[in-house]
Structure formats: C-alpha cells, structure tokens
C-alpha cells in the first residue's frame, strides 16, 4: 500500500512539474508575442478609423454612404484633409450628393481634394480655391505645353514682346508655378483626353493673376514650361532675356580721344599759297 502511495506522489510531482514547465513556456511564448506587438504598435503609431471607398471611382460620379467604409489607418501617416467623421462626409442638411473629382481606387482614402462639396456639381467651380479665378490661355506647339499638360499640373508662364526704349524683343517670367484646372474640356486628369494636342488650358489664379495675363496675351507671345515641383523652387529675382543677354553681346564703351588742336597761317609765296603751322594761343 505504502509503495502504491509512493508511486501515486512522485506521478503527480512529475505531472505538476510537467505542468509549470509547460505554464512557462507558454507565458514565455505570450510574453514575446505581447513585446513583438508593442514595438510593432510602437513603430506604426496609433490606428484611427478613417473612410475608404470601396470600389474604383472615375470623375463626375456621385458619392454616396454605399461607396465608402471605415477601415483602420495609422494616424502619423494619415493626410489632414481625409474624412473621419460621417456627419463631416454626408452632411444631413446636404443639398445635393457630392461628387468624385479625380479618379479613385478600392479602399483609397477619401480625400476632401478628390470630392465636391455637398451639392456642388464636379467641374471647374469646384475646383476653384476661395479667392481665386479661373482663366483660359490659348496654347498650341509654340507656347511649349500644348502636347503633355494635365489637370492638376503646374506651370511657368513667359511673356515675350516689344517694350519701347528697348532693342528688339525680350523674354520674361510673368507668373510661375501657376495650377491647371483644366486643359480643354478636361477637368481631371483621370479623363481621356485623347492623342490630339490640346487647345486652351485654364490656369486658377488671383484676380490681380489673371489682369496680368490678359494683359500679356494682348501684348506679346505667352509660353509655358512644366514645373516638377511648385514647392521646391525659390526664385532669387526677376528672370528676363533680350538679344544681347541671349547671345552675350556685351556693349563696349569706346573713349573719343579729343584730337590735337592744330593752329596755322597762310603765307602766299609767289603764286603759290603755303599753310604754316603756328603755336595755338591759350
């Protein structure tokens, strides 16, 4: 009896040690995978619920709650102007539905630049900021954009004309990094535009913008060159090009030599009348 009892106790020590190494283990393993998560949270930061769209959108169709859903984003990543809130999205005292601006892809962020305001159809009024001023500048071959501008682009705008008291024609920065809205009747650049090259773009501007731009449309020859970056160039001063500066003509200034002072008399000798020079009186 003693023996079956001896038996019976050093089972149960070795299935209750058994037991607390297998308890360890497993706390180790959850400890790991707890501590693999903190810096994984602790990377990505903190995850907020933020509206998608749940299918691929194109330009001018209505938004509605069906094509949208909350999805988990991280917050350090997630651009200011995206939809948190669904009162925010779909107003109750909406006028109307609003609408895509620019095309989308499944489970993209919706962005307040990519829809209109409620009840605002898509086109050039919405994509005008407050203040500013929509303004069509005939383009073709020459003025240097006609082929590879998009909605959304940004480009530099050069005046080339007569000024008077000035030889020849110059060239001048008017306006840089100036934003396309529209290039003929194009207003996103998720719409077809064909192969042919465009034949008005519609700048967005000042009014003060776009006083000037009449202006040099009725005054000289526009051309445009693409700008890859707006934000990232800073001009110094004033850029302008004439002839000279084009071709390096430098003008020199040429000192007139005062010449001699030459004094003389005439003496006749004969027939003969001879000039002979004489000192010149102060």
């Known amino acids: 009896m003693r023996a079956v009892f001896g038996l019976v106790l050093i089972a149960g020590l070795a299935l209750a040690g058994f037991a607390v190494y297998m308890a360890q283990?497993?706390?180790?393993?959850?400890?790991s995978a707890l501590d693999r998560e903190r810096a994984f949270n602790a990377k990505v930061g903190k995850l907020v619920e933020v509206y998608v769209v749940n299918k691929a959108m194109k330009y001018g169709d209505p938004l509605t709650p069906a094509d949208v859903q909350l999805s988990y984003w991280p917050e350090k990543t997630l651009p200011t102007n995206a939809f948190l809130d669904e009162a925010t999205l779909f107003p109750a005292d909406a006028k109307g539905p609003r609408y895509?601006?620019?095309?989308?892809?499944?489970?993209?962020?919706l962005l307040s630049s990519r829809v209109t305001n409620p009840g605002e159809v898509a086109g050039l009024i919405g994509k005008l900021e407050p203040g500013k001023r929509a303004f069509a500048i005939t383009v073709g071959v020459g003025t240097g954009v006609s082929?590879?501008?998009?909605?959304?682009d940004y480009i530099d705008i050069y005046w080339t004309g007569s000024v008077r008291g000035v030889e020849g024609e110059i060239t001048r920065l008017i306006e840089s990094s100036m934003r396309i809205i529209a290039v003929d009747n194009a207003t996103s650049e998720g719409q077809n535009l064909g192969n042919t090259?465009?034949?008005t773009i519609t700048i967005s501007g000042t009014p003060e913008q776009v006083a000037r731009l009449a202006q040099a449309q009725r005054t000289g020859g526009l051309s445009m060159s693409l700008v890859g970056d707006p934000g990232s160039i800073v001009e110094s001063g004033p850029i302008e090009v004439d002839t000279k500066t084009l071709l390096n003509i430098e003008e020199k200034v040429v000192e007139e030599v005062e010449a001699k002072k030459v004094c003389t008399v005439k003496n006749r000798k004969g027939s003969e009348e001879v000039e002979i020079e004489i000192p010149c009186p102060d």
Do not use: K, N, Y
């Not at 283990?25 to 400890?31: E, N, R």
């Not at 895509?100 to 962020?109: A, G, H, L, T, Y």
């Not at 082929?147 to 959304?152: A, L, R, S």
């Open 197 to 199: 090259s465009a034949r």
């Open 25 to 31: 283990d497993f706390l180790g393993a959850t400890q």
């Open 147 to 152: 082929g590879f501008v998009q909605p959304d």
């Open 100 to 109: 895509i601006m620019r095309s989308v892809e499944p489970f993209e962020p």
